[in-house]
């Protein structure tokens, strides 16, 4: 840096040129420009206030970090050094009392340091000891002072400096660092700085270059033959976006802000210059961007550190193993990694492309690809053209992949890795780094279609059957396992093209199928299942599927058991898939559920109203006399119980119920009963009280107040005008610490009782406040009061951002107008609520109006 520009002599102009800079740099984009600036204004007033301390004799000035780098960014923390002479034991008193006035007058300026005071020796010390210390050393830069003092230190760190252990040290922090970030750069609010394929990625390739005095930049690298021009563009290409990036989080945030948070990535698009129709276009074109940034610098890493490795360990990487196989004469094993013999393998044989990922599917040693093939692929790129596509032999290698006993998931990621996934199948490259602002997936499309196909997969693995053991029965018995991973390859392929992909991707599957040789039975099956993947998981969660005529209906529309089956196997890895928080137990069970009860009627079984009750009742009796229960006990209470609630309870619940109510049919007093769900997550609570209007808010208003969300109520009046309602719910902490479940269900037994014998009016609900996602990427709430088929009851479904207190809102709107509950399906979906309630008719289809009234109130509370 310049140290003789002229100086600023106070705070407010230092702001003033600050101030400037980032006016200049809004308006043309010029990152190196900007951070060189901002250094040297830096540079600037530290020396102004060094000099103004009478310390320029006595002690040396260094940057370190990013600043020693000369990389400034606008919020960014000012590291400095200042390094003294001599033992820390010898350091005067009048010495140090100059260091802390220097230090007290820049944070007086306005000039936020992070500043370290120490000698030579406890710097290397303290580096030895601590790899941060070390690598903020290793970008030492002298600002003013002593520079013998700072020579001292140079020599002093460079002979202590062991590269050997410094590059194994880095690359054992980058691992931690990966996965504090999920190993993945496509998280929908990735950090350009610290996730895979940031900034950091970047610098520790320049970290370890320097420590291995291979260069300071990166076209010393070129120059050393560690990476090709081609690499050295994209490099310096990638790095001057993310900055630029960066620097524009800064500035929008007004703060040090390195996360692209949602409410950020609209402006961060319209700052860079990708202006949209719309605003949402802007931020998934930001987003896409970053997302091939992000995937070309994970890459480039991985070659470079490898080339790095092999320089400071060239023993290790001599050593090789040959693939068993005669085909696979072309690939080695070399230090973990699968390897190729010849660089120019590619380009002279194209079919081994494709090849390479079976290889690595097939050889469960092997962790990834070597550097060499990272390369040859890219090199290749031109190669993978629709030629290649169309060729018989890597269509075939293809389908071998797909039918692998191992490591399918793990070659898919590396062809999507490595873009040769994408070039394959160029309806798979349009879908690349596709963002989905629907509030519930939090992956962008390809990384959520990968994670279907290892859901996929991971059924058919032993060592995972434990996870979901009904799911890993099927696919065991499934004629045709691999098919399922092409369908899950293909179930979102056609996203963000306009209009229903559920059924644009029918025509990319059934070409792909016809290419590939497919017979037409598995093709109508792929096909089918592509257009339906959506279909099994709206019935099970927002259609009553304990009503004979639903499960009817579904059974018709799958036809056989080998589509059920391939549907619901599909269902349950994409609804996994989606994001952590839209999958729970009750969903599995809805889905399993709606699976058995299809089966049954596909095998032939008699599905009506009175078969079903007949043996939901036969069922329940049997339980019940395991309790030693004969059926005149109990028969005053069933009497009190309609069709329906025989129907839509199963046999175990049935049986609980009745060994909690058959002694006080007629109780004047609430009872509440709750015990650990069957389902194994969350609890089951019962409540049996004289019916009332706002029964239900009531119970919601509890229920939110104390943090539990409610995943399914089954609301029933009795004959003799009791409710008898059951609720399913969960909360994130349900237990707290030191505590237990029997303390916890206790609680809730008695605190609801307490609730519903409160005279007092409901209470105003207090909505929480929407989430960042949400309030960036608001859904328009939607409403829709509809009578049923049937003219039974009428089913208001509804959509909305979810957010605490909405449940109840909803409760207490039907309460103010004596609209009695029946069914609630409650589908949350990640941070989007999908609900259907069945409400009572009575009301409803005596006054239309309030068909309308009812709509209308509700779009406000949902939109509030």
Known sequence: MNAQAPMILDAAGFRAARDEAFTKFKNNQQIHKLTKQLCKLSDQLL??????????????????????RGALFPYSDIDILILLPGNPDSVPESLSRKVEKFVAS???????????????????????????????????????????LFKEFTISFNKALDPRTFFQAKLAEQIQRHHKYQDTPYSLEPNC?????????????????????????????????????RELTELNRNQKFLETLRANLHLLAGRRQDV????????????????????????????????????????????????????????????TYPIAGEENQHFIERQGLLDIVDPLLYEKYPEQILRTFLVFAQTPSVTGLSATIFRALYNARQLMDQKWRSDPQNRDIFIEIVKQAEGVSRAFQLMNRTSVLGRYL????????????????????????????????????????????????????????????????FHDIAKG?????????????????????????????????????????????????????VVNAFAKHVGDERHLTALYLLTVADVRGTSPKVWNAWKGKLLEDLYRATLRVLGGSKSDASSELALHQEESRAKLRLYGLEDASYAHFWEQLDVPFFLRQDAADIAWLTRLLFTKVDSPEPIVRARLSPIGDGLQVAVYTKDQVDLFARICAYFERHGFSIWDARIHTTRNGYALDTFQISGSNLVSEGGSYRDLIQLVEYELTQALQSAESLPHPSMGRLSRQSRSFPIQPRVRVM???????????????????????????????????????????????????LLDAVNLSKNPKLQIQLETELLEVLGT
């Open 47 to 68: 020396i102004q206030l060094w000099k103004e301390s009478n310390l320029e004799k006595e002690a040396a000035l260094v940057a370190v970090g990013g600043f020693g």
């Open 106 to 148: 820049c944070w007086d300026t306005g000039l936020e340091i992070g500043s370290a005071v120490r000698t030579v020796s406890e710097c290397i010390s303290e580096a030895e000891q601590d790899i941060t210390v070390r690598t903020s050393l290793l970008e030492a830069r002298f600002i003013d002072g002593q520079k013998g």
């Open 193 to 229: 700085k610290e996730s895979p394929g940031g900034l950091r990625d970047l610098q520790v390739i320049s970290w370890v270059s320097k420590a291995a005095q291979l260069g300071k930049t990166f076209k010393d690298l070129n120059t050393q033959g560690l990476i090709t021009k």
């Open 260 to 319: 692209l948070a949602f409410d950020l990535q609209n402006p961060l698009a319209a700052a860079m210059g990708l202006h949209e129709e719309s605003a949402r276009l802007g931020s998934e074109a930001i987003m896409r961007q970053y997302y091939w940034a992000a995937k070309a610098v994970t890459q480039l890493n991985d070659i470079l550190l490898q080339n790095i490795e092999a320089l400071l360990f060239p023993q290790e990487s001599k050593t």
């Open 426 to 489: 160029p309806a798979f490259r349009r879908i690349v780094g596709q963002m989905q602002h629907d509030l519930f997936h939090v992956y962008t499309v390809d990384q959520h279609i990968l994670m279907v196909l290892r859901n996929v997969r991971r059924f058919m693995v032993v060592e995972h059957a434990h996870e979901f053991p009904f799911c890993s029965s099927l696919i065991a018995h499934f004629d045709k396992p691999w098919l399922l991973v092409i369908a899950a390859l």
């Open 497 to 549: 093209r306009g209009g229903d992909h559920s059924k644009l991707g029918k025509a990319d599957m059934r070409r792909f199928a016809k290419e590939h040789g497919l017979d037409r039975t598995d093709t109508e099956l792929l096909v089918w299942l592509v257009a339906e993947h959506l279909n099994m998981s709206q019935v099970a969660q927002k259609q009553d599927i304990t009503d004979p005529d």
């Open 787 to 837: 009578p049923d088929e049937r003219g039974q009851y009428f089913a208001l479904s509804l959509s909305a951002s979810d957010r605490t207190g909405l449940l109840y809102a909803i409760s207490r709107v039907l309460a103010k107008h004596q609209v009695s509950l029946h069914t609630a399906r409650i589908n949350t979906l990640g941070e989007r609520v999908e609900d259907v309630l």
